[in-house]
Protein backbone atom coordinates (compact mmCIF):
# COMPACT_ATOMS: atom_id res chain seq x y z
CA UNK A 1 0.00 0.00 0.00
CA UNK A 2 1.57 3.25 -0.89
CA UNK A 3 1.52 5.95 2.16
CA UNK A 4 3.15 8.25 0.58
CA UNK A 5 0.56 11.41 0.16
CA UNK A 6 3.04 12.82 -2.89
CA UNK A 7 2.48 9.12 -4.90
CA UNK A 8 -0.54 9.17 -4.10
CA UNK A 9 -1.39 12.25 -5.93
CA UNK A 10 0.92 11.43 -8.67
CA UNK A 11 -0.67 8.14 -9.34
CA UNK A 12 -4.19 9.85 -9.37
CA UNK A 13 -3.33 12.23 -12.36
CA UNK A 14 -1.14 9.32 -14.28
CA UNK A 15 -3.48 6.21 -14.00
CA UNK A 16 -6.23 7.15 -16.24
CA UNK A 17 -4.49 10.02 -18.58
CA UNK A 18 -5.59 9.56 -22.16
CA UNK A 19 -2.91 7.78 -24.22
CA UNK A 20 -1.90 8.44 -28.17
CA UNK A 21 -1.18 5.36 -30.39
CA UNK A 22 0.29 6.29 -33.42
CA UNK A 23 2.16 3.48 -35.14
CA UNK A 24 3.69 6.31 -37.89
CA UNK A 25 5.67 8.72 -35.51
CA UNK A 26 7.51 7.10 -32.55
CA UNK A 27 8.91 10.57 -31.07
CA UNK A 28 5.05 12.09 -31.29
CA UNK A 29 3.65 9.22 -29.43
CA UNK A 30 6.87 9.01 -26.86
CA UNK A 31 6.53 12.65 -25.95
CA UNK A 32 2.57 12.78 -25.69
CA UNK A 33 2.36 9.93 -23.64
CA UNK A 34 5.45 10.96 -21.51
CA UNK A 35 5.06 11.84 -17.36
CA UNK A 36 7.90 13.03 -15.44
CA UNK A 37 7.77 13.00 -11.68
CA UNK A 38 10.05 14.34 -9.17
CA UNK A 39 9.11 15.85 -5.74
CA UNK A 40 10.09 18.87 -3.62
CA UNK A 41 12.79 19.39 -0.95
CA UNK A 42 9.87 19.08 1.82
CA UNK A 43 8.48 16.18 0.12
CA UNK A 44 11.35 13.93 -0.44
CA UNK A 45 12.06 12.05 2.88
CA UNK A 46 7.96 10.83 2.20
CA UNK A 47 9.43 8.87 -0.79
CA UNK A 48 11.12 5.50 -0.62
CA UNK A 49 11.95 3.08 -3.38
CA UNK A 50 9.43 0.45 -2.78
CA UNK A 51 6.76 3.06 -3.10
CA UNK A 52 7.70 4.00 -6.62
CA UNK A 53 7.94 0.16 -7.42
CA UNK A 54 4.29 0.04 -6.10
CA UNK A 55 3.38 3.32 -8.05
CA UNK A 56 4.76 1.96 -11.32
CA UNK A 57 2.86 -1.31 -10.92
CA UNK A 58 -0.61 0.17 -10.46
CA UNK A 59 0.20 2.45 -12.86
CA UNK A 60 0.88 -0.42 -15.44
CA UNK A 61 -2.13 -2.54 -14.65
CA UNK A 62 -4.46 0.77 -15.13
CA UNK A 63 -2.31 0.87 -18.91
CA UNK A 64 -2.98 -2.57 -19.23
CA UNK A 65 -6.94 -2.39 -18.89
CA UNK A 66 -7.32 0.47 -20.92
CA UNK A 67 -4.95 -0.65 -23.54
CA UNK A 68 -6.80 -3.78 -24.29
CA UNK A 69 -6.43 -4.92 -27.93
CA UNK A 70 -3.73 -2.57 -28.47
CA UNK A 71 0.22 -3.75 -28.64
CA UNK A 72 2.21 -1.23 -26.84
CA UNK A 73 5.33 -0.90 -24.75
CA UNK A 74 5.55 1.07 -21.21
CA UNK A 75 9.09 2.15 -20.53
CA UNK A 76 10.47 3.77 -17.39
CA UNK A 77 13.56 5.44 -16.67
CA UNK A 78 15.72 7.93 -14.62
CA UNK A 79 16.32 11.27 -15.85
CA UNK A 80 19.35 12.33 -13.96
CA UNK A 81 19.77 15.35 -16.20
CA UNK A 82 16.10 16.64 -15.20
CA UNK A 83 16.22 14.62 -11.79
CA UNK A 84 12.48 12.49 -12.07
CA UNK A 85 11.12 9.62 -12.57
CA UNK A 86 9.89 9.60 -16.31
CA UNK A 87 7.60 6.98 -18.17
CA UNK A 88 5.99 7.14 -21.46
CA UNK A 89 4.18 3.89 -24.15
CA UNK A 90 5.38 3.55 -27.76
CA UNK A 91 3.68 1.28 -30.08
CA UNK A 92 5.50 -2.53 -30.43
CA UNK A 93 5.13 -1.97 -33.85
CA UNK A 94 8.32 0.43 -33.86
CA UNK A 95 10.88 -2.43 -33.12
CA UNK A 96 12.82 -0.29 -30.40
CA UNK A 97 12.01 2.43 -28.34
CA UNK A 98 12.84 6.24 -29.19
CA UNK A 99 16.49 7.33 -27.43
CA UNK A 100 19.49 7.94 -29.36
CA UNK A 101 21.76 6.06 -26.15
CA UNK A 102 22.81 2.93 -25.61
CA UNK A 103 19.93 1.22 -23.52
CA UNK A 104 19.86 -1.66 -21.14
CA UNK A 105 16.87 -2.73 -20.92
CA UNK A 106 15.69 -4.61 -17.25
CA UNK A 107 12.74 -6.12 -16.15
CA UNK A 108 13.52 -5.03 -12.88
CA UNK A 109 11.68 -2.23 -11.86
CA UNK A 110 13.14 -1.81 -8.37
CA UNK A 111 16.47 -1.04 -10.04
CA UNK A 112 14.96 1.87 -11.64
CA UNK A 113 12.84 3.09 -8.14
CA UNK A 114 16.24 2.57 -6.55
CA UNK A 115 18.59 4.89 -8.86
CA UNK A 116 15.76 7.72 -8.94
CA UNK A 117 15.09 7.98 -5.00
CA UNK A 118 18.58 6.93 -3.80
CA UNK A 119 20.83 7.88 -5.84
CA UNK A 120 19.25 10.72 -6.82
CA UNK A 121 16.42 12.28 -4.86
CA UNK A 122 17.72 11.19 -1.34
CA UNK A 123 21.35 11.30 -1.96
CA UNK A 124 22.83 14.86 -0.96
CA UNK A 125 26.07 14.28 -3.26
CA UNK A 126 24.18 13.69 -6.50
CA UNK A 127 24.50 16.32 -9.47
CA UNK A 128 28.07 17.51 -7.90
CA UNK A 129 31.31 18.29 -9.94
CA UNK A 130 33.70 15.25 -9.72
CA UNK A 131 36.48 16.43 -7.08
CA UNK A 132 39.90 16.58 -9.42
CA UNK A 133 42.60 13.21 -8.76
CA UNK A 134 45.05 14.93 -11.00
CA UNK A 135 44.91 11.65 -13.08
CA UNK A 136 42.75 11.26 -16.03
CA UNK A 137 40.40 8.58 -15.83
CA UNK A 138 38.64 6.49 -18.70
CA UNK A 139 35.00 7.26 -18.57
CA UNK A 140 32.76 4.46 -19.43
CA UNK A 141 30.24 5.10 -22.11
CA UNK A 142 27.27 5.96 -20.81
CA UNK A 143 24.20 3.67 -21.11
CA UNK A 144 20.60 4.20 -19.93
CA UNK A 145 18.73 1.82 -18.02
CA UNK A 146 15.23 1.69 -18.85
CA UNK A 147 12.60 -1.00 -17.05
CA UNK A 148 10.49 -2.03 -20.14
CA UNK A 149 7.08 -3.86 -20.15
CA UNK A 150 4.72 -4.55 -23.02
CA UNK A 151 0.81 -3.66 -22.48
CA UNK A 152 -1.63 -4.58 -22.59
Not at 56 to 65: T, Y
Not at 71 to 89: E, G, I, P, T, V
Not at 94 to 106: D, M
Amino acid sequence: MIHSTVINNWLAMAKDDAVEIDPDDINHEARTNMWSFSPTDEETPQIHAAEIVEFIGEVIAARRSALAGEAMLLYCWHDAQCRQLRFSLVSRSHGRLPFRCALRETQDLSLIADRVVNGDWRNEHCMQAPSEQGDEQEVAPFVLPVFVVPVP
